[in-house]
């Protein structure tokens, strides 16, 4: 499985980077907003600096909303640098730009993603990515994993090429579900990513190994 961290903080991504185990980025306006860029010069300059830092694919998403806008627009962003992957909201333009983009050989992540409708239209259109957003999901009382497992059923039934990159991934115990669930790609936060590490009888264990050495070589 892959790994994406779902921000725009540079800081963050490094972090991440560092670690060695990162395979792209997804941001969103809002992640873009939390971190205070706005203008669309700076904005289209975040997204090369993303792309400087790590080596996988960038999701950029588009603002428009129209056919003609959103194509416009992922096409602009695109051209930015080859890891960008223009994300398209679950809209039916979107799924219009969602075609057009992908004749046209450009990546795309389809967004805002929360039925199997949604995610079978967007495969039929050739997304690259469909991001179904699991923690939107779970807050309605609605279980996020149990849509990535259908998902994920539904694409190898009918062998469709679109990866499963699940979405709005709030806490550690999200990434193993989605695991045992066969999503392709989780994006998460920094702090679920490092959560996997978690465990006390690592720190007990090394603790103890620590102070036997200790014992006989200080
Ligand atoms: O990956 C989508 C994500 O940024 C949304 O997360 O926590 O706002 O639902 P959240």
Same mark, same amino acid.
């Given at each position: 499985m892959k790994f994406f961290i779902d921000t725009a903080n540079l800081e963050q991504i490094r972090e991440a980077q560092d670690l060695g185990v990162l395979d792209g980025v997804t941001t969103n306006p809002s992640l873009m907003a939390k971190e205070g860029i706005s203008g669309e010069e700076n904005i289209l300059n975040h997204y090369k600096k993303i792309c400087e830092i790590v080596d996988g694919d960038v999701s950029a998403e588009?603002?428009?909303? &129209?056919?003609?806008? @959103?194509?416009?627009?992922?096409? $602009?962003?695109? =051209?930015?640098?080859?890891?960008?992957?223009?994300?398209?909201?679950?809209?039916?333009?979107?799924?219009?730009?969602?075609?057009?983009? &992908?004749?046209? %050989?450009?990546?795309?992540?389809?967004?805002?993603?929360?039925?199997? %409708?949604?995610?079978?239209?967007?495969?039929?259109?050739?997304? =690259?990515?469909?991001?179904?957003?699991?923690? +939107?999901?779970? /807050?309605?009382?609605?279980?996020?994993?149990?849509?990535?497992?259908?998902?994920?059923? @539904?694409? &190898?039934?009918?062998?469709? /090429?679109?990866?499963?990159?699940?979405?709005?991934? +709030? $806490?550690?115990? $999200?990434i193993i579900q989605c695991v045992e669930a066969g999503a392709d790609v989780a994006t998460c936060p920094l702090d679920a990513i490092l959560g996997l590490l978690k465990h006390p009888l690592t720190d007990i264990g090394l603790e103890k190994f620590l102070a036997d050495y200790r014992k006989l070589n200080s």
């Open positions: 588009v603002i428009a909303t &129209d056919f003609e806008g @959103m194509i416009k627009e992922g096409e $602009h962003l695109a =051209s930015l640098h080859p890891q960008i992957v223009v994300k398209i909201p679950a809209i039916k333009e979107g799924i219009k730009a969602i075609k057009y983009l &992908d004749s046209k %050989g450009i990546k795309t992540n389809c967004t805002l993603v929360f039925s199997a %409708g949604q995610a079978l239209l967007a495969a039929k259109a050739g997304a =690259s990515y469909v991001s179904p957003f699991i923690g +939107r999901l779970d /807050d309605i009382t609605t279980d996020g994993v149990e849509l990535i497992a259908q998902i994920v059923e @539904m694409y &190898d039934y009918y062998e469709f /090429d679109t990866q499963v990159l699940a979405a709005s991934i +709030r $806490h550690t115990l $999200h």
